[in-house]
């Protein structure tokens, strides 16, 4: 390797390295305050400069190119004199009383003060600035431009790292500032909260604003854990004071995140100590909840279930697990189901978002994950969008997409019924019909084929059924899919062009096509698609569904599913089933069981007598919430074990109070199958107890001996019965964790799928016909309503919802309507508009805006008192038995006062 003398030691150096990466590497110290590994370096500092050979001058070591038998040094009294006046001049031009900043103790210029012995009053430069006034509009952050120090981290990270184009610099030299789009309150621009300003800040310009009046960095330890919130699965560093998150960071150079956050997983996790946690065990006597203690809710938990089985047998008795709890969690509920009550009636939320993505990804793969890892997304060369708005829900992917735009110049295909902060970025925005997802994706493929663009050599080698598909394809010409679909023909011949010629195509999506009754045919179309275009088994290529939960490839993986064991192994298997029943030692069912909604269909019609459920709340995230009330309040005995009173809770005859993920051990898989690791940094509220610690206690009180020493043991029996977690163990999963299939302890894990076959063998392609959705618009119902998720808030806002901040940047429910359709009724900005649909209505406040098409509107369903699913309908996908919730008819009325 290439070499750099510095300080009188030789250094080896690798291609495109600065000297001071080259020096870092080798532990050689070179102070910086404008540099930052992420982050183009610009030299606007001066701090790193250096003495090289045979060059005039101090030298900024930051963008200097380290070169072959260069001679650096470090540390002359030249150089320190500089770095000394620089920090001096620094001091006299801002307000840095270190006494009353809330970056004392975490200030990069206040280190560099004291490494290099300058003191503020013995400063012999004097500066006359006007003082410049806080800028505290945002709930979360601060903006104090008195303590900027012109290092321009902030904007470069906003434009580079989250490519969110928000920060820029105003006016130059002396009066230069930074500013919010064009001099904007930081409330009023388009910042999206991320914080990634305030994590790169070396000093107090930029800070937390609960920082303020807080605890200092030296009276707060930190501990590492994972996000809990969407399927990245962030790596973050927490500080904490007295039992209580004060702040949170992403974890510099660890994947999967390598330091991103978005708003939820840096200011949004306070709900740990909020006042509503559930800290005792509560029973319903007289229609009122009572304390009790675990010893009495334990034996009515198990003593009802052992009832109602008795008597009705274990059919009758249904299990609900969590994308929310960890993966040795869900391992224990779903055994307990099968192997303590004897029923494969087990399911979770995976149902209602990507259980489609499972089914249809098996038939075309034989896996039904995403097939790449996240960091590939950056090198995509055409990256294809639909039914996902990544940069609410998986704002650190869209990051990625963002660069790989601006960054490499990779192409952007969304198709998206709505706009977003992502088709701003890109090449083709397909605003289809909701509901027309197959005839799209068939159109794109004619187009392809007539075009001469399909991997022929792929096709032959590696998959079989493509003359099937290749028939049906005929008739969806670019016209005939726009009378379906809305989509100018011109506009699909374009997007299908850049797809076919794309070397490096990857398509990702997420409950945007998924959420339907023909889900699976869509899942079916984006394999189809792929297959089509060779863009599978290789790096920055793949289908990659994004997971909506922290922890719902984990939860699935792990056969909380009503027809798969661990590992996606069949329950109507007889080998399989003689396995688990010899690791588990009792007789089990061959049946599969009942999923989310069928379970409450049952409940309707008497047949469920009991319903266990951990950390799901279908109170609000089932379709047609008065049909699932009517069936929670028809069972016998209700069971919910959660972190929160939340609105199923409210209905239960048990409540058991659980810990939340900060305060326990365990692993999480996100959405690119990663296993991630994390412990316990909080005490526990209460009397809370682990999840898998209660449902052990609730299985030995029904007879059967199930009990574990740790999480790490539960991941050993794991390993022991499920082949893709076969090499998972704890002291392999390290800070970096290991991506599945990981099949024995000598292999590293996969990082992306089907490479030279097929976990199937050949890829299969089937044959789609387009279908409408289960209900259309009519007279009396002539809008289309759409629902899903806002950038704020997550899933059910159990946790969100409880969060200062993240209330205060959306404080409450809203239906987008188009300008158009608002002007009809006579609604203006946040006036209460009613929406009606065949199951019941909900009147939030109207958001007018041009994100929707005339005759569509949209709600989040985050919130109780506007809840979308309400309106939603429960009509099946027929193979994956997904709710349809993103397709239904309403009418829209102005809310009377």
Same mark, same amino acid.
């Given at each position: 390797?290439?070499?750099?003398?510095?300080?009188?030691?030789?250094?080896?150096?690798?291609?495109?390295?600065?000297?001071?990466?080259?020096?870092?590497?080798?532990?050689?110290?070179?102070?910086?305050?404008?540099?930052?590994?992420?982050?183009?370096?610009?030299?606007?500092?001066?701090?790193?400069?250096?003495?090289?050979?045979?060059?005039?001058?101090?030298?900024?070591?930051?963008?200097?190119?380290?070169?072959?038998?260069?001679?650096?040094?470090?540390?002359?009294?030249?150089?320190?004199?500089?770095?000394?006046?620089?920090?001096?001049?620094?001091?006299?031009?801002?307000?840095?009383?270190?006494?009353?900043?809330?970056?004392?103790?975490?200030?990069?210029?206040?280190?560099?003060?004291?490494?290099?012995?300058?003191?503020?009053?013995?400063?012999?430069?004097?500066?006359?600035?006007?003082?410049?006034?806080?800028?505290?509009?945002?709930?979360?952050?601060?903006?104090?431009?008195?303590?900027?120090?012109?290092?321009?981290?902030?904007?470069?990270?906003?434009?580079?790292?989250?490519?969110?184009?928000?920060?820029?610099?105003?006016?130059?030299?002396?009066?230069?500032?930074?500013?919010?789009?064009?001099?904007?309150?930081?409330?009023?621009?388009?910042?999206?909260?991320?914080?990634?300003?305030?994590?790169?800040?070396?000093?107090?310009?930029?800070?937390?604003?609960?920082?303020?009046?807080?605890?200092?960095?030296?009276?707060?330890?930190?501990?590492?854990?994972?996000?809990?919130?969407?399927?990245?699965?962030?790596?973050?560093?927490?500080?904490?004071?007295?039992?209580?998150?004060?702040?949170?960071?992403?974890?510099?150079?660890?994947?999967?995140?390598?330091?991103?956050?978005?708003?939820?997983?840096?200011?949004?996790?306070?709900?740990?100590?909020?006042?509503?946690?559930?800290?005792?065990?509560?029973?319903?006597?007289?229609?009122?909840?009572?304390?009790?203690?675990?010893?009495?809710?334990?034996?009515?938990?198990?003593?009802?279930?052992?009832?109602?089985?008795?008597?009705?047998?274990?059919?009758?008795?249904?299990?609900?697990?969590?994308?929310?709890?960890?993966?040795?969690?869900?391992?224990?509920?779903?055994?307990?189901?099968?192997?303590?009550?004897?029923?494969?009636?087990?399911?979770?939320?995976?149902?209602?978002?990507?259980?489609?993505?499972?089914?249809?990804?098996?038939?075309?793969?034989?896996?039904?994950?995403?097939?790449?890892?996240?960091?590939?997304?950056?090198?995509?060369?055409?990256?294809?969008?639909?039914?996902?708005?990544?940069?609410?829900?998986?704002?650190?992917?869209?990051?990625?997409?963002?660069?790989?735009?601006?960054?490499?110049?990779?192409?952007?295909?969304?198709?998206?019924?709505?706009?977003?902060?992502?088709?701003?970025?890109?090449?083709?925005?397909?605003?289809?019909?909701?509901?027309?997802?197959?005839?799209?994706?068939?159109?794109?493929?004619?187009?392809?084929?007539?075009?001469?663009?399909?991997?022929?050599?792929?096709?032959?080698?590696?998959?079989?059924?493509?003359?099937?598909?290749?028939?049906?394809?005929?008739?969806?010409?670019?016209?005939?899919?726009?009378?379906?679909?809305?989509?100018?023909?011109?506009?699909?011949?374009?997007?299908?062009?850049?797809?076919?010629?794309?070397?490096?195509?990857?398509?990702?999506?997420?409950?945007?096509?998924?959420?339907?009754?023909?889900?699976?045919?869509?899942?079916?179309?984006?394999?189809?698609?792929?297959?089509?275009?060779?863009?599978?088994?290789?790096?920055?290529?793949?289908?990659?569904?994004?997971?909506?939960?922290?922890?719902?490839?984990?939860?699935?993986?792990?056969?909380?599913?009503?027809?798969?064991?661990?590992?996606?192994?069949?329950?109507?298997?007889?080998?399989?089933?003689?396995?688990?029943?010899?690791?588990?030692?009792?007789?089990?069912?061959?049946?599969?069981?009942?999923?989310?909604?069928?379970?409450?269909?049952?409940?309707?019609?008497?047949?469920?007598?009991?319903?266990?459920?951990?950390?799901?709340?279908?109170?609000?995230?089932?379709?047609?919430?008065?049909?699932?009330?009517?069936?929670?309040?028809?069972?016998?005995?209700?069971?919910?074990?959660?972190?929160?009173?939340?609105?199923?809770?409210?209905?239960?005859?048990?409540?058991?109070?659980? @810990?939340? &993920?900060?305060?326990? $051990? /365990?692993?999480?898989?996100?959405?690119?199958?990663?296993?991630?690791?994390?412990? !316990? #940094?909080?005490?526990?509220?209460?009397?809370?107890?682990?999840?898998?610690?209660?449902?052990?206690?609730?299985?030995?009180?029904?007879?059967?001996?199930?009990?574990?020493?740790?999480?790490?043991?539960?991941?050993?029996?794991?390993?022991?019965?499920?082949?893709?977690?076969?090499?998972?163990?704890?002291?392999?999963?390290?800070?970096?964790?290991?991506?599945?299939?990981?099949?024995?302890?000598?292999?590293?894990?996969?990082?992306?799928?089907?490479?030279?076959?097929?976990?199937?063998?050949?890829?299969?392609?089937?044959?789609?016909?387009?279908?409408?959705?289960?209900?259309?618009?009519?007279?009396?119902?002539?809008?289309?309503?759409?629902?899903?998720?806002?950038?704020?808030?997550?899933?059910?806002? @159990?946790? &969100?919802?409880?969060? $200062? /901040?993240?209330?205060?940047?959306?404080?409450?429910?809203?239906?987008?309507?188009? !300008? #158009?359709?608002?002007?009809?009724?006579?609604?203006?900005?946040?006036?209460?508009?009613?929406?009606?649909?065949?199951?019941?209505?909900?009147?939030?406040?109207?958001?007018?805006?041009?994100?929707?098409?005339?005759?569509?509107?949209?709600?989040?369903?985050?919130?109780?008192?506007?809840?979308?699913?309400?309106?939603?309908?429960?009509?099946?996908?027929?193979?994956?038995?997904?709710?349809?919730?993103?397709?239904?008819?309403?009418?829209?009325?102005?809310?009377?006062?």
């Amino acid at each position: 390797m290439p070499s750099i003398t510095v300080n009188g030691k030789q250094i080896e150096f690798e291609s495109g390295d600065t000297v001071l990466e080259a020096a870092r590497r080798k532990g050689v110290f070179i102070p910086t305050l404008c540099y930052h590994r992420r982050l183009t370096p610009m030299s606007a500092c001066r701090m790193c400069v250096v003495e090289i050979e045979g060059k005039r001058g101090l030298t900024a070591s930051c963008t200097a190119p380290a070169e072959e038998g260069m001679v650096v040094r470090t540390d002359s009294d030249l150089i320190h004199d500089t770095r000394r006046m620089i920090l001096q001049l620094l001091l006299a031009e801002g307000e840095h009383n270190c006494l009353v900043c809330p970056s004392n103790g975490k200030c990069e210029l206040q280190d560099l003060c004291n490494r290099y012995g300058v003191d503020p009053l013995e400063n012999p430069f004097e500066v006359s600035r006007p003082r410049m006034p806080y800028d505290d509009s945002s709930p979360v952050i601060r903006r104090d431009p008195n303590k900027c120090i012109k290092c321009y981290r902030c904007v470069r990270a906003c434009s580079e790292t989250v490519v969110n184009e928000v920060l820029d610099v105003e006016r130059r030299g002396f009066q230069a500032k930074i500013v919010c789009d064009n001099d904007l309150p930081m409330k009023d621009s388009t910042c999206v909260s991320c914080g990634e300003c305030v994590q790169v800040c070396p000093v107090g310009a930029l800070t937390e604003k609960k920082s303020i009046h807080g605890p200092r960095e030296w009276e707060m330890r930190k501990a590492r854990t994972v996000c809990p919130y969407c399927g990245v699965g962030c790596q973050i560093e927490l500080h904490i004071h007295q039992n209580e998150i004060k702040a949170a960071y992403g974890r510099e150079g660890t994947v999967p995140n390598l330091g991103r956050l978005c708003v939820k997983g840096r200011f949004g996790l306070e709900y740990a100590s909020h006042q509503d946690r559930l800290t005792k065990p509560l029973i319903k006597r007289n229609g009122a909840f009572e304390e009790a203690t675990w010893e009495e809710a334990l034996g009515l938990v198990a003593g009802k279930l052992g009832e109602i089985k008795e008597k009705h047998g274990p059919g009758a008795i249904c299990v609900l697990s969590s994308a929310r709890c960890s993966n040795e969690e869900n391992y224990v509920l779903q055994k307990f189901a099968r192997a303590v009550i004897g029923t494969n009636n087990v399911d979770h939320c995976a149902r209602l978002c990507h259980a489609a993505t499972v089914a249809g990804l098996v038939i075309s793969f034989g896996s039904g994950a995403m097939t790449n890892s996240i960091a590939e997304v950056e090198h995509c060369d055409c990256i294809l969008v639909t039914g996902s708005n990544t940069t609410e829900t998986h704002p650190v992917i869209g990051n990625l997409m963002k660069q790989a735009v601006r960054k490499h110049g990779a192409k952007l295909i969304v198709v998206d019924p709505r706009t977003s902060q992502l088709t701003r970025f890109a090449d083709y925005h397909l605003r289809q019909k909701p509901g027309t997802d197959v005839a799209w994706m068939n159109g794109m493929m004619h187009v392809i084929l007539k075009e001469g663009l399909q991997d022929e050599k792929f096709i032959t080698e590696r998959t079989e059924g493509f003359e099937d598909l290749e028939q049906v394809l005929g008739k969806y010409s670019p016209e005939y899919v726009e009378e379906v679909t809305g989509i100018p023909a011109d506009d699909l011949i374009g997007a299908a062009r850049l797809f076919g010629r794309a070397e490096r195509g990857a398509i990702f999506f997420a409950m945007g096509i998924t959420q339907h009754t023909t889900g699976t045919d869509n899942v079916l179309s984006t394999a189809n698609l792929a297959m089509l275009t060779g863009n599978v088994g290789r790096e920055s290529t793949g289908v990659n569904p994004l997971r909506g939960q922290n922890n719902v490839q984990g939860a699935c993986d792990l056969g909380a599913l009503p027809n798969v064991y661990p590992g996606y192994q069949k329950v109507t298997e007889p080998d399989v089933q003689r396995k688990f029943e010899q690791g588990w030692g009792v007789k089990l069912s061959p049946d599969a069981g009942l999923t989310v909604v069928e379970m409450m269909n049952a409940a309707c019609d008497g047949k469920v007598k009991a319903l266990y459920i951990m950390g799901e709340n279908p109170m609000l995230s089932d379709p047609n919430l008065n049909h699932v009330r009517e069936a929670l309040e028809r069972l016998d005995f209700l069971v919910v074990q959660d972190i929160f009173p939340s609105e199923t809770a409210q209905l239960a005859d048990v409540v058991l109070p659980a @810990t939340c &993920s900060f305060e326990k $051990e /365990g692993t999480f898989t996100n959405t690119e199958r990663r296993i991630q690791r994390f412990g !316990p #940094a909080l005490k526990a509220p209460g009397q809370a107890r682990v999840d898998w610690e209660i449902v052990c206690d609730v299985a030995q009180r029904l007879g059967y001996d199930m009990s574990y020493n740790s999480a790490s043991e539960i991941m050993d029996e794991i390993a022991s019965l499920t082949p893709i977690y076969g090499g998972i163990a704890y002291d392999r999963l390290g800070a970096k964790g290991r991506q599945w299939p990981c099949p024995d302890r000598d292999h590293p894990g996969t990082k992306f799928l089907h490479k030279g076959k097929f976990s199937r063998g050949l890829g299969h392609f089937t044959a789609v016909e387009f279908k409408p959705p289960q209900e259309e618009t009519n007279e009396e119902y002539p809008y289309i309503l759409t629902t899903g998720r806002m950038l704020e808030h997550y899933h059910t806002g @159990t946790m &969100s919802r409880r969060v $200062e /901040g993240l209330n205060a940047l959306a404080p409450h429910g809203f239906v987008e309507i188009n !300008p #158009a359709d608002a002007e009809k009724f006579g609604v203006g900005p946040d006036e209460k508009i009613k929406v009606v649909s065949r199951r019941g209505e909900i009147v939030p406040r109207a958001k007018i805006t041009n994100r929707v098409k005339p005759g569509t509107v949209f709600v989040p369903f985050h919130f109780a008192e506007a809840a979308a699913n309400v309106l939603t309908i429960d009509a099946l996908d027929p193979i994956s038995k997904i709710p349809e919730y993103k397709v239904c008819a309403v009418r829209i009325e102005k809310a009377s006062e």
